[in-house]
């Protein structure tokens, strides 16, 4: 977030913030903090120091989402509640030229007196971090380890010093976030981080899913090399048979020397002299027994190391093949499929596309839209959860009623293209007439692309979450046009 982002992230805070109490505080991640200032429309104020993307913008989720993504607090953040639990925001500054923000505090202690402080949030790359300053602006914590004059615990607090890249970097940064029709920058800026995250998601499960096959690829590529070594030291099951009939067809004239024993072939024409080796102490009719042992057992492996290499190369060519089908599926960023692999048992992934389950699926009533874009209403609870996580992609449209129990709504995208306003409503009225909101005159319906719903761990049927989301109030209506 470079300085021209942050001073109109500042503004638009001021309008927000001003006046309102300290609430709750999600620690998110170790560096990652949602704090609920009591706004409406479930808005919380994100602050992040990962020195990867330091960042400080308004977000809107709902809490018990919040809840089930908060982590165990640190020190810090139990510090935070204690020095500023219900504590009203004064003033929010910014340091010139730096992209720091300073948020004044007060508050009433029980004897009635007013308690001043301040948290610093740092947002400065590699020294990004969040700082509580006591009423004088001694630092008496930080959220990150840190060290430099000005920025331990019992300094006066004050800025990280610049190094010349840092500040050339700044220099250069001198556009705005794009906000483009978002209605705030928060919004857009919060957009699009989900969307890293989401990317970020989807990059960790393909490459869990890559090495999964790799892992059994190279499983039975090295069983395959043991049962073919097995097969070696047996050697050849003809050779050792040979040996035997010889040494019994040489019982009288057979020369021994040593532990070599000259024998004549009489099963060549030219019958041949022939040099077996044997053990020394052994007679030659237990030579012979030894080396028809030698060829039972084989012929034995043999027979059966073959059935399992035969076995083992179907097995092989079959994960080569959804190692393809992998390739395509994270080409295609079907996050659905690589889901169904890591959870699936190698020997059963699903090859089904996510279109032959769109065209198979009986639980969705199907529309088309005045654009011509197919929307799918689900019939039931159950319905409802296979439609959104099995049919549904990730650029898909996704409605439901607020606040109503009702059918999810998916409008698919194929193309991937922007729904057309009119699409839009059209589904959001399909939304709000098939949910218990029908009879009303204006009904809320919540909208977002699918890869924004997830489904809660422990969540019922059909219940789901969503990470972001938009709402149109639109009148309950049924389109016309049904899809055969």
């Known amino acids: 977030m470079n300085e021209i982002t942050l001073q109109k992230i500042c503004a638009e805070l001021e309008t927000y913030l001003i006046g309102k109490k300290f609430g709750k505080i999600f620690p998110l991640s170790r ?27 308004l977000i809107k989720r709902r809490v018990r989402d919040l809840e089930k993504l908060a982590k165990n607090s640190s020190p810090f953040v139990l510090l935070l509640r204690n020095r500023l639990a219900n504590a009203v925001l004064q003033k929010i500054s910014k340091t010139e030229n730096e992209r ?58 004050a800025p990280p010093e610049r190094r010349n890249a840092e500040t050339s970097t700044r220099e250069k940064e001198s556009e705005t976030f794009p906000q483009a029709n978002f209605k705030t920058l928060s ?34 590529t090295k069983l395959e090399k043991k049962l073919k070594q097995d097969l070696e030291n047996h050697g050849d099951a003809e050779a050792w048979k040979r040996f035997g009939d010889l040494l019994l067809a040489n019982l009288v004239t057979a020369v021994r020397e040593g532990d070599k024993v000259l024998v004549v072939d009489y099963y060549q024409d030219s019958t041949p002299t022939v040099e077996i080796r044997v053990d020394e102490n052994q007679t030659l009719t237990e030579a012979a027994e030894k080396f028809f042992k030698r060829y039972t057992k084989a012929r034995n492996a043999q027979t059966e190391i073959s059935k399992r290499l035969e076995a083992l190369d179907l097995k092989l060519k079959d994960l080569m093949q959804k190692h393809l089908r992998l390739e395509q599926a994270i080409e295609e960023s079907d996050e659905n499929f690589i889901t169904d692999f890591l959870g699936a048992k190698i020997e059963k992934i699903p090859v089904k596309s996510n279109e032959k389950q769109t065209e198979n699926f009986k639980g969705a009533k199907r529309y088309v839209s005045s654009e011509g874009f197919d929307i799918l209403v689900g019939k039931g609870a159950k319905d409802n959860d296979f439609l959104t996580f099995r049919v549904a992609r990730s650029e898909d449209l996704w409605l439901h009623a607020a606040d109503y129990p009702g059918s999810h709504v998916v409008v698919k995208n194929p193309n991937r293209s922007e729904i057309p306003q009119k699409t839009l409503l059209e589904a959001a009225e399909l939304a709000a007439f098939f949910s218990q909101a029908r009879s009303q005159g204006k009904v809320a319906v919540h909208y977002t692309q699918k890869k924004f719903v997830n489904k809660p761990k422990g969540a019922g049927v059909g219940l789901v979450s969503l990470a972001s989301f938009k709402t149109i109030l639109v009148e309950p209506k049924v389109l016309q046009k049904e899809a055969n």
């Open 100 to 157: 720091i923000l300073q948020f004044d505090f007060s508050s009433s202690n029980e004897l009635g007196q007013v308690e001043n402080c301040s948290i610093v949030i740092q947002l400065t790359g590699r020294s990004a971090n969040l700082f509580l300053l006591d009423k004088n602006n001694f630092v008496l914590d930080t959220l990150r380890e840190t060290a430099g004059t000005g920025q331990e615990v019992g300094d006066r607090y």
């Open 31 to 57: 560096f990652h903090l949602a704090i609920d200032f009591r706004l409406s429309d479930s808005q919380y104020l994100l602050i992040s120091v990962e020195p990867s993307a330091p960042r400080l913008y």
């Open 187 to 220: 919004e857009a800026i919060d957009t699009h981080y989900l969307e890293i995250e989401v990317e970020k998601a989807f990059r960790a499960k393909a490459s869990a899913a890559r090495a999964k096959i790799k892992q059994e690829t190279s499983k039975q």
